[in-house]
């Protein structure tokens, strides 16, 4: 799912993109749409009843923060066998088991995720795309004595700037201290 345009990025600049910078400008896009997309550490996309795989530590599993944003799951499998719903619950980010089963690998059918990418999204990406145009090659040296003119290859753009990281960090996984106390049991 495309987060910003071509479209997008001509507004922003207030005035038509020529044909000859058009593809330039997408490959733009597209980089800096990989750069949020990873520094998030989420695509920003709606699962529906998607399956995925987790080992199980003792008799809870904790769920990975990709998984989180609307998270609704709608069962859960262990080892290839479906649990009952009244066998398994889910608190916060822990999917905990009734049975104190304690290795093998827990299956869960869910839907998570974004209904729609954050308007964010489209600013920070098309301003970046900006700034990387603006850094395009040009004239760094000028003389008037002789007259002298260089030029410099285009600069690369290694990553996201810091106001782009500033404006996602809400979106953006942090680390966190463990809590070494869990309850004996959900249930």
Request: proline share 7%; with cysteine; glycine share 6%.
């Amino acid at each position: 799912m495309p987060i910003a345009s071509l479209e997008d990025v001509a507004a922003r600049l207030g005035r038509t993109l020529e044909a000859d910078e058009q593809t330039r400008v997408q490959a733009f896009i597209e980089d800096a749409t990989a750069l949020v997309l990873d520094w998030c550490q989420t695509d920003f996309e709606q699962h529906q009843d998607e399956t995925f795989t987790l080992p199980l530590l003792g008799s809870e599993v904790e769920i990975p923060p990709r998984y989180l944003p609307g998270l609704k799951v709608s069962a859960v499998e262990l080892d290839g066998y479906e649990l009952a719903a009244e066998d398994w619950k889910l608190v916060g980010r822990v999917l905990f088991l009734r049975y104190g089963i304690t290795v093998g690998t827990v299956t869960i059918t869910a839907s998570w995720g974004w209904p729609a990418p954050p308007p964010v999204l489209k600013q920070v990406i098309c301003a970046e795309v900006i700034r990387w145009i603006a850094v395009s090659p040009g004239t760094v040296l000028e003389k008037t004595g002789e007259l002298e003119v260089q030029y410099t290859p285009a600069a690369n753009h290694p990553g996201l700037s810091q106001s782009a990281k500033d404006s996602l960090k809400r979106f953006r996984k942090r680390a966190r201290s463990l809590d070494l106390w869990r309850p004996v049991t959900p249930f």
